[in-house]
């Protein structure tokens, strides 16, 4: 494991001299909040300000660099134009899965719940993004890292249905994304345990020495 860096308070640059960053103060249009994205819809938008249906209960740098404080996080299902002092904004795309056998889908399907649960008031915000040594494996030995070594399925598959998830990939807009992929999580709040119970889990996982940058944002909703 990597040792955790919090960055509560602070006010610390993103980008990188070598991935030009996406999450930074945009001024645009104030846009209003979003109550409900339909997950049909492939691309997202992460808006961290200070308006959205999702209160920010904290934000936590894993490994690598932080994001800049923000007080709300407003979700799209599109590409919307951020507030005018908006923090960062996040990008992905929804996509089929990758490295999933059909075997593990349809177990995955049979037993996970939807998103926009009434009971599923906490939820997080994990962006992450993974080093070059990842990306030059090949899809085969990628595989074998995430599910043969590292057991990402079968380690979801315990916490579901409790734990909600939906993946959004970054790389598929472009390599210039200040992250790689954009984890969306929905629980209750009664199972909260299980939730940090999956991603120290992954975190200890072969796969996760691969990961150069995440960023763990803790939401709860508050109904406007």
């Known amino acids: 494991m990597r040792l955790r860096h919090s960055h509560r308070g602070t006010q610390l640059p993103v980008a990188t001299a070598s991935r030009p960053a996406r999450d930074r103060e945009v001024p645009s249009i104030r846009q209003t909040p979003t109550r409900k994205v339909e997950m049909s819809t492939r691309l997202f938008t992460f808006v961290g300000g200070d308006i959205g249906l999702w209160r920010v209960m904290r934000t936590e740098a894993i490994v690598g660099e932080p994001l800049l404080e923000a007080k709300r996080l407003n979700v799209s299902g599109s590409e919307v134009q951020p507030e005018t002092n908006a923090s960062w904004v996040l990008r992905g795309i929804t996509s089929s899965e990758r490295y999933v056998m059909r075997r593990e889908k349809s177990e995955i399907e049979a037993k996970q719940q ?15 993004r993974k080093n070059a040594a990842w990306w030059e494996l090949t899809q085969d030995e990628r595989r074998s890292v995430f ?16 734990v909600a998830r939906k993946l959004h990939h970054c790389r598929d807009l472009s390599e210039n994304e200040p992250f790689d992929f954009l984890n969306w999580f929905e629980y209750a709040p009664i199972h909260e345990v299980e939730f940090n119970r999956l991603v120290s889990e992954l975190r200890a996982s072969e796969e996760w020495k691969y990961v150069e940058r995440e960023v763990d944002i803790r939401l709860m909703r508050e109904d406007v």
Do not use: D, M, N, W
């Open 114 to 128: 939807g998103l926009a649960r009434p009971e599923a008031t906490c939820a997080a915000l994990i962006p992450l």
């Open 147 to 162: 599910e043969e070594q590292s057991k990402h399925i079968q380690i979801g598959l315990k916490y579901l249905p409790a």
